[in-house]
């Protein structure tokens, strides 16, 4: 009786695929499926061609071919983000690529744009705590008026979210050392050489504190 019962059933089902594919409708709902999701796939081949690009300009000992490769991985992250606004990823290459470049108030506006409630959702924790520790090293390296307090917020932050993130210790020791909050720099500095012991300038800050 079962069997009888799961026999029909596997007709109709058969029936039914037979007449849906004689009208073409799996076709029909797997182009619309591609169609829906091809700027998002398009974003991705994008980023991964820049990521590529910013890894060889990196390794690249020549300042010219550095440069130039910069500007194509700049270049596809733009394309990435044209593609799709909301992937943090794709601001964050663009942040690094423009960086690499000497554009530094340009690369921090690329990291603000990843890390705002739009796109910031794309990112684990981990990946969030380096993009909040690299925001903060922009600001350090701009050394704007008013910057430090907000990158000791930003590398607060970074060492929660990427507590193996022995340079944002680091630097979070940089900035409070700044601030004469001595107790609190060699906290982070220490911390910074629990997790990397041979950072020598986590070991030279402590030094010159007189741990």
């Known amino acids: 009786m079962l069997f009888d019962i799961l026999l029909q059933v596997g007709l109709i089902l058969l029936m039914v695929f037979l007449f849906l594919a004689m009208h073409g409708i799996p076709n029909k709902v797997l182009s619309k499926f591609r169609f829906r999701n091809r700027p998002v796939v398009q974003a991705k081949r994008h980023f991964v061609l820049g990521a590529q690009l910013l890894a060889r300009a990196r390794s690249s000992k020549n300042r010219s071919d550095s440069t130039s490769l910069a500007k194509e991985a700049l270049a596809e ?22 960086d690499l470049q000497g554009f530094r108030t340009s690369a921090l506006d690329s990291l ?17 705590g380096d993009a909040l520790f690299k925001r903060a090293e922009l600001k350090v390296a701009i050394a704007r008026r008013g910057r430090t307090d907000s990158a000791v917020a930003d590398l607060e932050d970074a060492v929660t979210l990427s507590p193996e993130n022995a340079k944002a210790f680091r630097l979070l020791g940089d900035c409070y050392e700044g601030k004469k909050m001595k107790e609190e720099a060699k906290k982070a500095y220490q911390d910074a050489l629990k997790i990397e012991p041979e950072l020598t300038a986590a070991r030279e800050a402590l030094d010159r504190l007189g741990s």
């Open 77 to 98: 992250a733009e394309k990435a983000i044209a593609f799709d606004p909301k992937d943090a990823a794709a601001h964050i290459l663009k942040s690094l690529a423009l």
């Open 112 to 128: 603000d744009a990843a890390l705002s409630p739009l796109c910031v959702k794309s990112l684990s924790d981990q990946e969030r």
